[in-house]
């Protein structure tokens, strides 16, 4: 098994930042993906970002190029989110998750392991 810890989240006004952070334990192994998703209220799991293993990688959804960045040490086994120029439509609960497998997919369920989440609110 593999446990996810997300931290990091918070209150923040629109056009401000925050840095997600997520370490991982447990039965790792080498090559695992990385990603992070969420879920605002009454709404379904959505991609945010994926990284590879090396971090050569990376996949954004379009709601967030430009504006988050997605980064990994595999030394420390974290995943970090910097979320900056941050919009109310950004508010939602944000899982880390981890898939043991190549690729780097937008659907929540190609991937194995999931963090409790940590939420994030915007407000205008």
């Known amino acids: 098994q593999v446990q996810l810890v997300e931290s990091g989240g918070g209150p923040v006004q629109a056009g401000g930042s925050l840095r997600l952070s997520c370490a991982a334990s447990?039965?790792?192994?080498?090559?695992?993906?990385m990603g992070w998703f969420r879920q605002g209220a009454g709404m379904e799991r959505l991609f945010v970002a994926a990284?590879?293993?090396?971090?050569?990688?990376?996949h954004y959804a379009d709601a967030v190029k430009g504006r988050f960045t997605i980064s990994r040490d595999n030394a420390r086994n974290t995943v970090t989110l910097q979320m900056n120029s941050l919009k109310p439509e950004d508010t939602a609960v944000y899982y880390c998750?981890?898939?043991?497998?190549?690729?780097?997919?937008?659907?929540?369920?190609?991937?194995?392991?999931w963090g409790q989440g940590t939420q994030v609110t915007v407000s205008s």
């Open positions: 998750a981890v898939r043991a497998d190549y690729g780097l997919p937008v659907t929540a369920n190609l991937y194995d392991y």
């Open positions: 447990g039965r790792l192994f080498s090559g695992y993906v």
């Open positions: 990284i590879s293993w090396t971090g050569d990688s990376v």
